[in-house]
């Protein structure tokens, strides 16, 4: 089991950016697939983006390709996702989620299920005005 936490998050105006921090504890997600999710009100969850476990592979949902960048330090074991161009469409409560497998150092289609993942945040606030 791993504990996580989201941070970051917050009211921003169209155009502006962000960046959300997932900081693992409870032992080390360097051998792990990690993911960001996103659920916007009255709407069901959806992905946002993936990362293998040494970051040299990533997965973007089509909706935010281009715009957010994963990343991770596994040094301090934390998981990022920098958002630039924000829309008022990306406003939701984002989530931060590990798989407790350790997989192949590569992500795909696969990790757009949310029962990819084992472990899941609080979740952070985003807030896009216009």
């Known amino acids: 089991q791993v504990q996580l936490v989201e941070s970051g998050g917050g009211l921003v105006q169209a155009g502006g950016s962000l960046r959300l921090s997932c900081a693992a504890s409870?032992?080390?997600?360097?051998?792990?697939?990690m993911g960001w999710f996103r659920q916007a009100p009255e709407k069901q969850r959806e992905f946002v983006a993936s990362?293998?476990?040494?970051?040299?592979?990533?997965y973007y949902a089509d909706s935010v390709k281009g715009r957010f960048t994963i990343s991770r330090d596994n040094a301090k074991n934390t998981v990022y996702l920098q958002m630039n161009s924000l829309k008022p469409e990306d406003t939701a409560v984002y989530y931060c989620a590990a798989d407790a497998t350790a997989r192949p150092d590569y992500t795909g289609l696969y990790s757009s299920r949310e029962d990819a993942y084992d472990d899941w945040g609080q979740g952070t606030q985003v807030t896009v005005s216009s």
């Open positions: 409870g032992r080390s997600i360097s051998s792990n697939l």
């Open positions: 990362i293998s476990w040494s970051g040299r592979s990533t």
